[in-house]
């Protein structure tokens, strides 16, 4: 193993101090990484002193006009015309800009009571969800170490963590015989994994099946953990939270889990992973955020080792990506148009979960629960879920998600409300021939 650098030393000392169960779970990567001091802080130290000529920047200046304005091309600034020049081009600092920062953990509190009295750190904004999966994946797992998930799930929990860090999956059924979440699975295989270390991947609302969890569900999960922690594993807790705030059923838990393993025990470290993709419905902009269960005395040093982290593959998110999560964030109308979203993906819901559980198609499949998000799973009764899924695109120009032999992937909200009906219509129709 390669010497540490004397700041990697300095950050690995602080976090041993301030959060002992972090730097216990951290890769070796985790443990090597950190942000030199180099060109950011020289540039930075510039920015303040530097009131002559400023020759640090990565950019270039236009001062054809005698003015001191970044060069760009017209063809683009005209596309977003009311935003300064600097808040589309500029660099955006490596853990993002400060005010959206602020803006999603006020977004954060508001949303998650449990939050109220926790210990909330500032987030990190990522490129995306992945991208934030992927940052804690090099901080915390080195190969062969263990990750429990369930058996469904999204497929680029396997290629970030299993096929890109070489950790160790095991899974548990997602589902009990009573089709609620299989709570009693969850915590046995948490029972015969003791592991010293441990890492957790728990996604509600679900995909692909749009379940959530209710309180007594959520209780019996963080029971299932703390159990575990109370018999000597350093346990990380990641909560993707990507669909957090789509919930249509009034039964469930409409916060996040996150705010229930806050403090829940000093073995136990929660992240939450959640973004603007659907939240903000701006996915191709790319901006998540990482949260974590700490002050900001442990904040400190783990920042600078998330930003040694993002420096090395993208040197940051988006600038104007996040100028207008921003700017959306802060202006009038905005929750009346996102609430105005929401009734519409309300809609949908209820009405796939009419037209699926219809009695006519009982004997085709079998409706897996779902309350939230976007999407709903069927398990077929008969028939190859990829063979209906190439029938249903060939045949119908129907496009669906096969996963596995028997379950097919329906994304409610990209269907119009008055198509619901003609869509599972032609499922029947396909799986009666196959």
Not at 228 to 249: C, P, T
Not at 253 to 279: R, Y
Not at 345 to 359: C, F, G, I, Q
């Amino acid at each position: 193993m390669q010497d540490l650098n004397p700041i990697a030393i300095e950050l690995n000392d602080q976090i041993h101090d301030t959060a002992p169960s972090v730097f216990a779970l951290f890769s070796k990567l985790g443990k090597r990484i950190y942000l030199p001091k180099g060109i950011l802080s020289q540039t930075a130290e510039a920015s303040t002193k530097a009131h002559r000529f400023n020759a640090t920047r990565a950019i270039a200046q236009n001062f054809s006009h005698h003015t001191d304005d970044m060069m760009h091309l017209a063809v683009s600034r005209e596309l977003v015309p009311e935003l300064s020049l600097e808040s589309i081009y500029g660099y955006a600092p490596v853990l993002g800009q400060p005010e959206l920062r602020e803006a999603w953990k006020t977004h954060l509190l508001k949303e998650n009571a449990l939050l109220t009295e926790a210990a909330l750190s500032l987030p990190i904004v990522t490129s995306g969800m992945t991208h934030g999966f992927s940052l804690l994946a090099e901080l915390f797992v080195d190969s062969k170490d263990t990750l429990i998930l369930p058996d469904k799930i999204w497929g680029n929990y396997r290629l970030i963590f299993q096929t890109k860090a070489g950790a160790r999956l095991r899974t548990y059924p997602f589902f009990n015989a009573a089709k609620d979440f299989n709570t009693h699975g969850f915590r046995e295989i948490l029972t015969n994994t003791t592991n010293k270390k441990l890492l957790i991947l728990l996604n509600f609302p679900h995909n692909p099946t749009g379940y959530a969890i209710n309180p007594t569900e959520a209780q019996r999960i963080v029971d299932a953990i703390v159990a575990r922690a109370d018999a000597g594993s350093r346990i990380l807790v990641m909560i993707d939270d990507a669909y957090s705030g789509l919930w249509y059923d009034a039964s469930v838990m409409h916060e996040s889990l996150f705010g229930l393993l806050v403090g829940c025990h000093p073995n136990v470290v929660p992240v939450k992973i959640d973004g603007a993709t659907k939240e903000e419905y701006a996915w191709g902009l790319r901006v998540a955020f990482i949260s974590f269960g700490l002050g900001a005395v442990a904040m400190q040093p783990l920042e600078q080792k998330f930003s040694g982290l993002i420096r090395a593959n993208t040197s940051g998110a988006s600038q104007v990506s996040q100028t207008l999560i921003l700017e959306a964030m802060k202006a009038p109308g905005y929750a009346e148009q996102k609430q105005r979203n929401y009734e519409i993906l309300k809609a949908r819901a209820l009405k796939v979960k009419e037209v699926a559980s219809d009695a006519q198609y009982a004997k085709l499949w079998e409706v897996y629960p779902s309350h939230a998000g976007y999407f709903m799973c069927l398990n077929l009764k008969s028939g190859n879920a990829e063979k209906v899924r190439q029938l249903l695109l060939e045949e119908h120009g129907i496009g669906t998600i096969s996963l596995g032999e028997t379950e097919l992937r329906v994304a409610y909200s990209c269907l119009e409300e008055s198509d619901i009906e003609t869509v599972f219509r032609t499922i029947a129709e396909v799986i009666e021939k196959v």
